[in-house]
């Protein structure tokens, strides 16, 4: 099994992430449409934290952005319509953004094992700071006090897309996030759920680079098991 890279971009740009995402993700498709022949591209790992943005999914629906365009320039904000799956989310600094460019299929791993398992992996470490999160029986993400509905609130959005067993896109998980931009979106589509962070749930800031590299040990041990 080919060994994965990681790869921390630092702030990036997310078009210029997303760029790069796509680069990777079509050598993919054409080493797969070429039926597996020669060398196999890349598996990557990606970190990144991206100036404030929000991201439309290819099914999501635009009233869910709550705000216009001369608005997001006051909030010194972006905004892309892109290709995974899911609603509308947020981007913004305090936030380890994490983009796998997997290939499933040499992993055995289906699309629904994948999600669990970006899931699970958020879970484990915010258990490591005491933070109980957990899977939600009708969402995708991690989710604390789920079984509550006025209480629930997202910690990690997923977003993913898939072709050929091949991944791209992923999860933002809010660590010293700015809760204050999720207000102007109905985040994943939701109008009653909320949105929180490791510093709301802790009340204090959080040690970024600390948790990051935790949460790519913790990744990387979960998909060296599933070799």
Not at 60 to 74: R, T
Not at 123 to 150: M, R
Not at 161 to 187: C, E, K, Q, W
Request: charged share 30%; hydrophobic share 35%.
């Amino acid at each position: 099994m080919a060994e994965i890279i990681f790869q921390d971009l630092g702030i990036k740009d997310y078009k210029e992430s997303w760029d790069y995402q796509e680069d990777l993700f079509n050598q993919w498709m054409i080493y797969k449409r070429e039926g597996n022949q020669g060398k196999a591209p890349g598996q990557y790992l990606l970190f990144v934290e991206h100036p404030h943005v929000y991201t439309l999914g290819k099914s999501g629906d635009e009233s869910n952005m709550l705000i216009h365009a001369e608005f997001l320039k006051k909030i010194d904000a972006t905004y892309y319509k892109i290709n995974r799956g899911g609603d509308i989310t947020y981007h913004g600094p305090g936030q380890i953004v994490g983009y796998p460019i997997l290939d499933l299929e040499s992993r055995k791993m289906g699309l629904k094992d994948y999600i669990h398992f970006l899931e699970s992996s958020v879970i484990e470490l915010c258990a490591k700071y005491g933070i109980q999160a957990d899977h939600s029986k009708e969402a995708t993400g991690v989710w604390i006090d789920e079984d509550h509905p006025h209480k629930a609130r997202k910690i990690c959005a997923i977003g993913v897309r898939s072709s050929r067993f091949v991944t791209m896109h992923g999860f933002a998980f809010n660590v010293n996030t700015d809760l204050n931009y999720f207000t102007y979106i109905n985040p994943c589509g939701f109008q009653e759920k909320g949105v929180t962070s490791m510093e709301k749930e802790l009340g204090k800031k959080i040690d970024f680079d600390k948790v990051k590299a935790e949460l790519k040990v913790i990744l990387l041990s979960k998909l060296d098991k599933r070799e």
